[in-house]
């Protein structure tokens, strides 16, 4: 039988974070506990970049200031970003109680192969809206076997899934963008048995599609036990780590608000096929600069060829305990009560 995932032989008892891959464990693990958080991740570019989205469901928000003041505080919620040439033009970041959904987030499963991650974020006040649906097709990435163990986990669910991108956003009253395109879209999951901040420090992830396969990467040096993967998935789901892996990290900036990173990250390892590679992120232009986060339209090349825009992103995760920055969170925050709680 073929093998279609394969993984670096390490006990993964001794691994903070522990990857995973397939639909199978793409499910909510209902982790409760103080800090405990969990989250499904969507993102898609058009292919020529026009038109960005990123989408992300909460069961616990590690960024969410009610979240930050209480650890048990185990809020659901979502995040929506919509870029257009690189500019975010539209953003909602709200949470509400896990008993009592508004039902403005979800990603489900429609029918057998086919998923889809829905946001509504209207603000009738104003006459504001956002709303974005992406109808992920395919059965995602080859499932690994092994069961959910670590502290903290991440899911390769469907690294590289065909995908229809709906937009629909609204000012006044009167829509102002109506686009829908087909396209490659990324889908991870994230979960953790205790809060990021007590294990990370900071945090480097970025993917590209390219026109054969996927590149993906996250590293987390300076963590309790640090972690770095980068790997590639094909067309019928292979995962493939690369070995003996190496990253460097170039061209260091302070951003405005404070956030000391690196705009270029250099990875080194043995490809799939045993030939070694460079693989170059360029985060050049940042879409989203937050006190504790930039997340950027990346530029990429393998081996000095160019392959595409991606999208990447930065985080200091132990910013998130600095309480200076929760009233920053706090702007843009909307808490979403039914409207029979008082």
């Given at each position: 039988?073929?093998?279609?995932?394969?993984?670096?032989?390490?006990?993964?008892?001794?691994?903070?974070?522990?990857?995973?891959?397939?639909?199978?464990?793409?499910?909510?693990?209902?982790?409760?506990?103080?800090?405990?958080?969990?989250?499904?991740?969507?993102?898609?570019?058009?292919?020529?970049?026009?038109?960005?989205?990123?989408?992300?469901v909460?069961?616990?928000?590690?960024?969410?200031?009610?979240?930050?003041?209480?650890?048990?505080?185990?809020?659901?919620?979502?995040?929506?970003?919509?870029?257009?040439?690189?500019?975010?033009?539209?953003?909602?970041?709200?949470?509400?109680?896990?008993?009592?959904?508004?039902?403005?987030?979800?990603?489900?499963?429609?029918?057998?192969?086919?998923?889809?991650?829905r946001?509504d974020?209207?603000?009738?006040?104003?006459?504001?809206s956002?709303?974005?649906?992406?109808?992920?097709?395919?059965?995602g990435?080859?499932?690994?076997?092994e069961?959910?163990?670590?502290?903290?986990?991440?899911?390769?669910?469907?690294?590289r899934?065909?995908?229809?991108?709906?937009i629909?956003?609204?000012?006044?009253?009167?829509?102002?963008?109506?686009?829908?395109?087909?396209?490659?879209?990324?889908?991870?999951?994230?979960?953790?048995?205790?809060?990021?901040?007590?294990d990370?420090?900071?945090?480097f992830?970025?993917?590209?599609?390219?026109?054969?396969?996927?590149y993906?990467?996250?590293?987390?040096?300076?963590?309790?036990?640090?972690?770095?993967w980068?790997?590639?998935?094909?067309?019928?789901?292979?995962?493939?780590?690369?070995?003996?892996?190496?990253?460097?990290?170039?061209?260091?900036?302070?951003?405005?608000?404070?956030?000391?990173?690196?705009?270029?990250?250099?990875?080194?390892?043995?490809?799939?096929?045993?030939?070694?590679?460079?693989?170059i992120?360029?985060?050049?232009?940042?879409?989203?600069?937050?006190?504790?986060?930039?997340?950027?339209?990346?530029?990429?090349?393998?081996?000095?060829?160019?392959?595409?825009?991606?999208?990447?992103?930065?985080?200091?995760?132990?910013?998130?305990?600095?309480?200076?920055?929760?009233?920053?969170?706090?702007?843009?925050?909307?808490?979403?009560?039914?409207?029979?709680?008082?």
């Amino acid at each position: 039988m073929e093998c279609l995932f394969a993984f670096s032989p390490l006990r993964l008892l001794d691994l903070c974070m522990q990857l995973l891959t397939g639909y199978p464990h793409d499910s909510c693990h209902h982790l409760n506990g103080p800090g405990a958080y969990e989250w499904w991740y969507v993102d898609a570019l058009s292919a020529d970049a026009e038109w960005g989205v990123v989408m992300i469901v909460f069961r616990g928000m590690p960024m969410s200031p009610n979240y930050l003041d209480d650890p048990n505080d185990l809020t659901g919620g979502y995040s929506l970003s919509v870029y257009h040439r690189g500019v975010r033009v539209a953003f909602a970041f709200a949470g509400e109680p896990l008993d009592d959904p508004s039902g403005k987030a979800e990603f489900t499963k429609l029918d057998e192969g086919r998923h889809v991650c829905r946001i509504d974020a209207t603000m009738p006040g104003i006459k504001r809206s956002a709303r974005v649906e992406v109808v992920l097709s395919g059965e995602g990435a080859a499932p690994s076997k092994e069961e959910f163990t670590a502290d903290h986990g991440w899911v390769l669910a469907a690294p590289r899934s065909p995908c229809t991108v709906h937009i629909e956003l609204a000012e006044g009253g009167r829509t102002t963008v109506d686009e829908t395109f087909e396209t490659l879209a990324y889908h991870d999951h994230n979960m953790g048995r205790r809060a990021m901040s007590d294990d990370f420090r900071e945090w480097f992830w970025g993917r590209v599609h390219a026109s054969d396969r996927t590149y993906v990467y996250l590293a987390t040096p300076n963590a309790t036990t640090p972690f770095s993967w980068v790997g590639e998935v094909d067309d019928r789901g292979l995962v493939t780590p690369w070995t003996d892996v190496d990253f460097t990290y170039e061209y260091p900036w302070l951003s405005f608000m404070g956030l000391s990173l690196h705009r270029r990250v250099m990875i080194h390892g043995l490809g799939a096929d045993g030939v070694r590679r460079l693989l170059i992120c360029d985060n050049v232009r940042a879409c989203e600069n937050g006190p504790f986060y930039q997340r950027y339209i990346s530029r990429w090349t393998l081996n000095g060829v160019d392959i595409g825009s991606g999208t990447s992103e930065f985080m200091h995760v132990r910013r998130l305990r600095a309480r200076w920055i929760r009233p920053f969170l706090r702007l843009p925050w909307i808490f979403h009560r039914s409207s029979s709680t008082p």
